[in-house]
Each structure stands twice: as structure tokens, then as C-alpha cells.
């Protein structure tokens, strides 16, 4: 039997990303939202009643760090304007494929937030959620931690539609592909021979409680290495690192 139009699930992309301070007074409330979230921010069982009074004191500490690093690059994170240049890239791609649907932002910890985002789903109609979280490796800290704000902002407007995850690409081919491509293109500047230039694949740091608790991450940058190796084949020496670590 033929569904009635009005019954078939309209479906939207929903698009999860960490967010960052549009400005300088965005960098406050970002980071006590940063500090709050428990899948990212994992403290011991006993001091999860603390996380809240942890972040405020935490995040009253690093603001004026941190607002001084966000002057430095124009007064905030670009990651927004990013986000919603992928948003857009994405429908305008859907839309030449025949398969115009909506495609939605929703930052964890700043604006355009999960609640948000819900909210324009549910307000247009949407019944059926592909969400992707841009991080090609999975991670508690990162890809669960945006799946949870999409569960408590789904909870307390009561709307639930049909969902379904893209957790990780980490060795994707067109993911790994595109990578090989842009990594090509620097090597071609470098005006020395391919074999004595040192490739360096940087990751974000992760601590190492959290691989030890199961969080795949690293197996996931592994395998994307490997995987870009296999198709760039690069002949000189290749490392890898983790960066922006936060605390002792």
C-alpha cells in the first residue's frame, strides 16, 4: 500500500561540532559550558555533584587566557562560519542530487546550540534525523558528547523523531582521499626532495584515561594515518602528534 505524502518521514541533516566563543564575551559562557559537560570533562563518580562548581571556577580562571588567544585571531572562534559553510556546501550538494532536505547546525557548547537545533527541526516537521558529527574519529569527549545534547534538547521540548548516527570516517575513502589530496599539494611547495620531508599528522590530545576507559580515538587517528599513508605513499619520515593539551 502506497503511504499518503503526509505520512512519509521528511528528513534533515543535523550537522555537531564543539562550537567556540563568537566573541570575546562569548568566551565565559563557552567555557563553563565546556567544563560542565561530563562526556568531556570526565571527573571520578564522586565528584561529578562538583563539575558545575569546577567549571565556573576553572573557566572564571582560563577567560582572560583564553580571550587573549581569541584576540589575537580577531576576537573569536571561526568554527561557526565553518560549520555553516559545510552546512551549506552539503544542501547545495543534496540539492544537486535530488535530495533537497534541510540541513541544520548544532553547536555543543555555543550558538547555534542543541536546543536550538531541535527546535527548527520539530518546528519544521521533521520526522527522521541523519546527524553527523564532524569528527571523523569517534570520541567520547567529541561525537558522544554532541549525540548527548541532541538527547537532552529531544527531552525537554518532547520531540522525538526517527535518528540515525554517523559516528565515525576515520579511514572513509573519500574522507581519506581528500586528505591525501590537500597533503599532496603541500608537499609539491616544498622545494626538497619528498623523502626528506618529515610529515606531521596532528591530532587533538585526548587523556589517556579516557583510551584507558575504552574511548577509541586513537585506534581512529591511527587508522586514518594509515589509511592517508596508503594512498599518498609518501617516501619520508611520518609522525604523528597530539596537541592542545589542557592541565598538568
Known amino acids: 500500500m502506497n503511504m499518503q505524502p503526509d505520512a512519509l518521514p521528511r528528513t534533515g541533516v543535523v550537522l555537531t561540532q564543539v562550537g567556540g566563543p563568537d566573541d570575546l564575551a562569548a568566551v565565559g559562557p563557552y567555557l563553563r559550558s565546556f567544563f560542565s559537560d561530563p562526556d568531556l570533562i570526565r571527573l571520578p563518580r564522586w565528584l561529578k555533584s562538583l563539575q558545575p562548581a569546577f567549571a565556573w571556577s576553572l573557566a572564571t580562571f582560563r577567560a582572560p587566557y583564553s ?97 540515525v548516527t554517523v559516528d565515525e570516517y576515520c579511514d572513509a575513502p573519500r574522507f581519506v582521499e581528500a586528505v591525501a589530496d590537500v597533503t599532496a599539494r603541500a608537499l609539491r611547495a616544498f622545494a626538497t626532495p619528498p623523502e626528506q620531508v618529515h610529515l606531521i599528522f596532528s591530532a587533538h590530545g585526548l587523556p589517556m584515561s579516557y583510551i584507558e576507559e575504552g574511548d577509541p580515538y586513537e585506534a581512529h587517528v591511527q587508522r586514518s594515518v594509515a589509511a592517508v599513508q596508503a594512498v599518498l605513499r609518501h617516501p619520508g619520515p611520518i609522525h604523528t602528534s597530539y596537541q592542545s593539551k589542557l592541565g598538568p
Open 67 to 163: 580571550r587573549k588567544l581569541y584576540a589575537s585571531i580577531g576576537g573569536g572562534s571561526p568554527i561557526r562560519a565553518q560549520t555553516q559553510a559545510q552546512a551549506s556546501a552539503l544542501s547545495a550538494e543534496l540539492r544537486r542530487r535530488g535530495m533537497s532536505m534541510p540541513v541544520l547546525v548544532a553547536m555543543r557548547h555555543s550558538q547555534p546550540n542543541s536546543l536550538a537545533a531541535m527546535r527548527a527541526a520539530r518546528d519544521a516537521g521533521l520526522t527522521r534525523l541523519i546527524v553527523i558529527g564532524l569528527f571523523p574519529q569517534y570520541s567520547f569527549s567529541t561525537t558522544l558528547s554532541g549525540m548527548t545534547g541532541l538527547k537532552n534538547a529531544m527531552d525537554a521540548i518532547g520531540y522525538r523523531p526517527e535518528v
